[in-house]
C-alpha cells in the first residue's frame, strides 16, 4: 500500500544557547507559535504522534522545517528491541536520522557545511552525526570516529518524526534542484554505504558478494556495480529484494541464505571465494556465513548490526584464510559526493526507486510495523511530516 529527559549533550543542541538568535522575525514567530507535532517512541513497538513546543536555538543553530524522513534499519532495532547495540531508551523521545527539511530561520552565526551563509526557503540534508571537531579523530579526517559525538535520533537526542527540527547550521548541506525530498533524505544512508565501499577498496572485474539487501546492502550492490565488480552476488530472503538487485546492477542474485546458494552460484565468485564480502543483514549466523564465502585475504566489511549486539564465526577459517575483519562506522566525509552521485540519476544512484512506500506523520506507527513486518513489498519507506 502507498500511502501518501534528553541528556545534557542534545539538551545543548536545542536550547543551550537562549541569546541572540536575532535577525529573524520567523524565529520569533517560530518560539511563539503553536505546538508542533512530533512522534515520539515510549518502549517496544510503542510510537505515539504528540505535541511538543519547540526548544530555543543557538546562534548558529537553524530550525528546519522537515520535508522528508527516511525509516532505516536502525530505528527499527530501535522500534522493535527499544535498544541498539549497548544504547538503551530510558525515556521518550523522536527517533528518525535520516532527513532533509527546508531552512524556515537561521542563526546570526550559523553557516552550512560548506561554510556560507544558509537562506530562508533553502533546501538542505542533515548529516545526523555531530562531531566535537576538536578531538584527534575529527582533525585526521575520522570525525564518524569521534568519541565526543552526539547523534540526532538515537536516545538521548531528539530526532526528526517531527514537523520542525533545531540543527547546528554546519549539519546542513544545500540540495540541488535536481535531488527530490525523496532522495534527499536518503543520502546520509548513501553516504554510509559509500564509507563501507571505500574500506573494501572495490575493484573493476573482481567479485563481490552483498549479503543482506536492506537499503544499505541495496546501495552497495549499485555503487559496486557503478566501479565494474564482476560477477557482483546479492544474497537475501526476500525475493522482492533480489530482483531489485538485479535492477540495481547484481550479476547473480540468491534468495535465501549463503549457506543454501547453490554450488555453482558460490563458485561464481572465483574457486576460492570472494576478495570483497559485505555482510549488511542483521542476522548473527551471516557473518559466520560471510567468512566462509570469503577468499583467502580477502576484505569483509561488516555493516550489519545484530539485534543482540553480539555474533560468532568460524575463528580458525577465518585466521587459515588470513580475512580482514572491518567494521564500517557510519560515514566520514561522503556527503558532498553522494550529493552529487544522486544528482546523476540513473547514471549514478536513482535513490527515488529505492522508495516503495510514503507516509504522513500520522502514520508513522504504521509505517514502523510494515517495515518490521518486512510486509507489502516493502524497500524503503519515507515520512512526510508536512502533509
Same mark, same amino acid.
Given at each position: ?9 542534545s539538551?545543548?543542541?536545542h536550547?543551550s ?5 536575532v ?12 505546538l508542533?507535532?512530533? *512522534? ?9 504522534l ?15 522545517? *522537515? ?9 527499527? @532495532? ?20 535520516? #532527513? ?23 533546501r ?23 568519541? @565526543? ?7 538521548g537526542c +531528539? ?6 527540527? $533545531? ?11 535536481s535531488?527530490? +525530498? ?5 543520502l %546520509? /544512508? ?6 563501507? /565501499?571505500?574500506?573494501a577498496? $572495490?575493484? /573493476?572485474?573482481?567479485?563481490? &558478494?552483498? &549479503?543482506?539487501?536492506?537499503s $544499505? ?8 556495480a ?14 522482492w529484494?533480489?530482483? #531489485?538487485?538485479?535492477h ?9 541464505t ?16 570472494s576478495?570483497t564480502? #559485505? ?7 551471516a $557473518? ?5 564465502a ?5 576484505r ?5 548490526i ?8 568460524p575463528?580458525? &577459517?577465518?585466521r ?16 558532498? !559526493?553522494?550529493?552529487?552521485? /544522486?544528482? !546523476?540519476?540513473? %547514471?549514478?544512484?536513482n535513490? +527515488? ?7 504522513? !506523520? ?13 510486509? +507489502?513489498?516493502? !524497500?524503503k ?7
Open positions: 500500500m502507498r500511502s501518501t529527559p534528553i541528556p545534557s549533550t539538551r545543548a543542541i536550547s544557547h537562549r541569546h541572540s538568535f535577525g529573524l522575525e520567523a524565529a520569533r514567530k517560530m518560539k511563539e507559535q503553536k508542533h507535532r512530533v *512522534v515520539r517512541l515510549h518502549g517496544p513497538c510503542d510510537l505515539r504528540e505535541t511538543r513546543q519547540l526548544r530555543t536555538p543557538g546562534d548558529n543553530d537553524v530550525i528546519v522545517s *522537515v520535508g522528508a524522513v527516511g525509516v532505516c534499519g536502525s530505528d527499527l @532495532h530501535l522500534y522493535n528491541e527499544a535498544r541498539i547495540g549497548t544504547t538503551k531508551l530510558a525515556e521518550p523521545f523522536i527517533p528518525g536520522h535520516e #532527513f532533509m527539511g527546508t531552512v524556515v530561520a537561521a542563526g546570526p552565526a550559523s553557516s552550512d557545511a560548506l561554510g556560507q551563509s544558509l537562506r530562508l526557503g533553502q538542505v540534508a542533515i548529516e545526523p552525526h555531530i562531531a566535537c571537531g576538536n578531538c584527534t579523530w575529527c582533525m585526521c579526517g575520522q570525525s564518524n570516529l569521534c568519541p @565526543h559525538h552526539i547523534f540526532l535520533g538515537l536516545p +531528539d530526532g526528526a518524526l517531527a514537523e520542525q527540527v $533545531i540543527v547546528p547550521g554546519r549539519q546542513c548541506y544545500p540540495l540541488p534542484d535531488i527530490s +525530498d525523496n532522495a534527499g533524505a536518503l %546520509e /544512508a548513501l553516504g554510509v554505504a559509500m564509507h563501507a /565501499a571505500s574500506l577498496r $572495490i575493484r /573493476a572485474n573482481e567479485a563481490v &558478494v552483498v &549479503v543482506g539487501l536492506g $544499505i546492502g541495496l546501495m552497495l550492490v549499485r555503487l559496486a557503478l566501479i565494474g565488480a564482476a560477477p557482483l552476488i546479492a544474497v537475501d530472503p526476500l525475493p529484494r533480489a530482483k #531489485f538487485a538485479r540495481w546492477g547484481a550479476t547473480h542474485t540468491h534468495t535465501g549463503l549457506n543454501s546458494m547453490p554450488e555453482r552460484m558460490r563458485r561464481a565468485s572465483g574457486p576460492h571465494g576478495p564480502v #559485505f555482510e549488511t543483514a542483521w542476522a548473527g549466523t $557473518i559466520s556465513d560471510c567468512v566462509h570469503a577468499a583467502p585475504g580477502a569483509v566489511v561488516l555493516v550489519g545484530p539485534a543482540d549486539d553480539t555474533f560468532s564465526l575463528h580458525s &577459517v577465518a587459515r584464510k588470513g580475512l580482514t575483519l572491518l567494521f564500517s562506522r557510519r560515514m566520514g566525509a561522503e556527503m558532498p !559526493l553522494a550529493i552529487r552521485l /544522486a544528482s !546523476l540519476s540513473h %547514471e549514478g544512484v535513490l +527515488d526507486e529505492l522508495v516503495t512506500h510514503e507516509w504522513r !506523520l500520522d502514520q508513522t506507527a504504521r509505517a514502523f510495523s510494515q517495515n518490521a513486518r518486512y510486509a +507489502d513489498g516493502v !524497500l519507506s519515507v515520512v512526510h511530516p508536512q502533509r
